[in-house]
């Protein structure tokens, strides 16, 4: 890479800060090896290089640009992450001003403010994706609720109808215990409580993968939530861009309730036998199509490129 600015400590005679360094260096914009964000910007401070890397050339140059016109106002930059000091300022001034808000509490907010405009459907996804969440949300000890518990009594509890009402008897103690024991939202930025959150939305109960349309609704809903967060300044950020989904076998896993049987396929050839007039044909076509896709597990486009040719077909018994 091509260097194409001046050390920045010569463009001012001030001393920097501990932890901040004026030795400053940008590097031009270059290409990265990453398909959703190609492109790299690099500069070195007091020795360490900083890096980050952009979707478009525009991001990356008019972070260049800011990087530029800090080290011209002589500003010292951070030597840990190569911030400069006006946006390490402002990065501590939001964390200041944030508010801090238990998870349970947050949850019943966020529910009270969708649930006017959300679809029946859309209210039951929401409540089961936070009440997956909020397992890792609470304090674990050793005495505390089942899971099963505390799952039923977060689902009544952010009903906004049943805000003013006292639990059931049955939900008593799960009730108490995510009240009382709810972590802060902010607690979504340590590591280790963000994977445990990711083990509840990919996991059911019993430890085995969740399915997978189960696990995409749940982070959808988790999701939603934490942008609300932000808008809350509860969150500075995303904090779920910085893990990867948990890949889990389950969505090469076949429910056998969703299978057709023998008695329901030989139902459909027969129902199928009889579209469209004897003429034509047609019905004794689409037997043939669904015959080969159910019996020989063909997908569509195969059934249909199928020909005589590809087929073994005996006098007697199975071909293939």
């Not at 906004?160 to 103690?173: F, G, H, Q, R």
Request: include cysteine; proline fraction near 5%.
């Amino acid at each position: 890479m091509t260097k194409d600015t001046d050390n920045g400590a010569e463009q001012n005679n001030r001393s920097a800060p501990d932890g901040f360094s004026l030795d400053v260096r940008l590097w031009k914009v270059a290409k990265a090896q990453s398909k959703t964000r190609p492109y790299q910007l690099r500069w070195k401070v007091g020795g360490k290089v900083s890096s980050a890397t952009f979707a478009t050339v525009a991001l990356a140059e008019s972070r260049r640009s800011e990087l530029w016109q800090a080290m011209r106002r002589g500003e010292a930059f951070r030597i840990a992450d190569g911030l400069p000091e006006s946006e390490v300022r402002a990065e501590a001034t939001a964390e200041q001003v944030r508010e801090e808000l238990p998870w349970f509490a947050f949850c019943r907010e966020c529910m009270a403010m969708r649930w006017p405009t959300a679809a029946a459907k859309t209210r039951e996804g929401i409540a089961d994706g936070l009440a997956a969440v909020t397992l890792a949300l609470v304090e674990q000890e050793q005495k505390m609720p089942s899971p099963e518990e505390l799952r039923l009594a977060f689902r009544w509890a952010v009903i906004p109808k049943n805000a003013e009402l006292d639990p059931p008897e049955e939900l008593e103690d799960a009730y108490g215990w995510i009240s009382k024991k709810s972590l802060l939202v902010s607690s979504l930025e340590d590591p280790k409580i963000l994977r445990d959150v990711q083990y509840r939305i990919s996991f059911k109960l019993d430890g085995t993968p969740a399915a997978g349309e189960t696990s995409r609704r749940r982070r959808r809903a988790l999701n939603t939530a934490v942008e609300y967060a932000i808008e809350r300044k509860l969150l500075t950020e995303n904090p779920l861009a910085a893990i990867k989904k948990v890949k889990s076998s389950s969505s090469d896993r076949v429910d056998p309730r969703v299978l057709v049987n023998k008695t329901q396929a030989a139902q459909l050839l027969a129902s199928v036998f009889y579209v469209g007039t004897w003429d034509r044909k047609k019905g004794r076509r689409l037997v043939g199509f669904y015959a080969v896709m159910y019996f020989a597990g063909l997908r569509p486009s195969e059934a249909v490129g199928l020909r005589k040719a590809d087929c073994f077909l005996p006098e007697k018994g199975w071909g293939f």
